[in-house]
């Protein structure tokens, strides 16, 4: 029998078993009818069926479900549906091991949370620079904000700072020349953050040409006496020399985000980094670094995607990865 033959007979006998042994209403039978041949589905691009489906299978399913927005209790009612054919298929000997074994509830799942696509922060990074070619003649501040915000798009992104780490990150923390800044995160925990090249010169730009600007302020038409250009600790500053806000910020990165298409908040830059990290191969203990995790478990939510690029390696290097 072909695999779609054998998943049709298979899904048969369940749905007799579960409207006949178990008594089930319509309604119920038909729900797990949905939820299995939704599976039945996936499996599909594996060459596999009902009957050979792995552990590994299973896991990939719930994994799409989350990715699609699938909320927890759809999930776990899927996760269930799968437990109860499989119970009854290894009662009736039809398989000998079952693959929703030790497959932890969903409940017990950390969702990844919602990243921009390369192409996506890239936008993001670029739309204050843009906004900067269209003000030609325009005051000197308001060109040093677009500056600015560029300088701070560029260290979220580099760094993975959450929203507190940088309007709290101060003058002296800044290592620009060595490449790397000193975080002060939850906790008051210190960690040293790598700059890449694009944030050290958009940085530099920002230490040079903007920050100046901003923090001589301006009251009126008369240019205040303080805060004067160096007075401010802390390293990107409002208008007048002010430490800037949270809600400032949030709406600065939403502004800039919508470039790309998408409304994105400080953190979605924070899980940028980090996921495009591990997609190209970085080690979650590093990440974990970076991220500024104290514990490797929380970092873990990003395992699947070192897990992907595992098997994508594999399976193009490995002589006998591939079938013949």
Partial sequence: MTSATDNAHILAGFLDYLRIEKGLAPLSVSAYNTDICQFAEFLKK???????????????????????????????????????????????????????????SPRQWKVLPKALARDEMEATL?????????????????????????????????????????????????????GYMLVRGKGDKERVVPL???????????????????????HGNKRTLAPAAGSSPVLFV??????????????????????????ASPHMLRHSCATHMVENGADLRTVQTILGHADISTTQIYTHLALDRLRTVYQKHHPRAKTR
């Fill in 126 to 178: 670029a739309a204050p620079l843009g906004r900067g070619l269209h003000r030609a003649g325009e005051s000197k501040a308001l060109a040093a904000l677009d500056v600015r915000d560029h300088a701070m798009l560029e260290v979220f992104y580099a760094g993975a700072l959450r929203v507190s780490e940088i309007v709290n990150a101060k003058l002296q923390d800044l290592k620009l020349e060595a």
């Fill in 196 to 218: 890449g090249k694009s944030a050290q010169a958009a940085l530099a730009e920002y230490l040079r040409l903007a920050r100046p600007v901003l923090a001589a302020g301006k």
């Fill in 238 to 263: 409002a208008r007048g020399g002010h430490k800037l806000t949270r809600q400032r910020i949030w709406q600065m990165v939403r502004e800039a985000s919508a470039a790309s298409g998408r409304a």
């Fill in 46 to 104: 594996s060459e596999r069926g009902l009957l050979t489906a792995r552990r590994s299978d299973v896991r990939d399913f719930l994994h799409q479900l989350f990715s699609h927005q699938v909320d927890g209790r759809s999930v776990g009612r899927k996760l269930s549906a799968l437990r109860h054919l499989y119970r009854y298929l290894l009662l009736d000997n039809k398989i000998e091991s079952d693959p929703t074994l030790d497959i932890e």
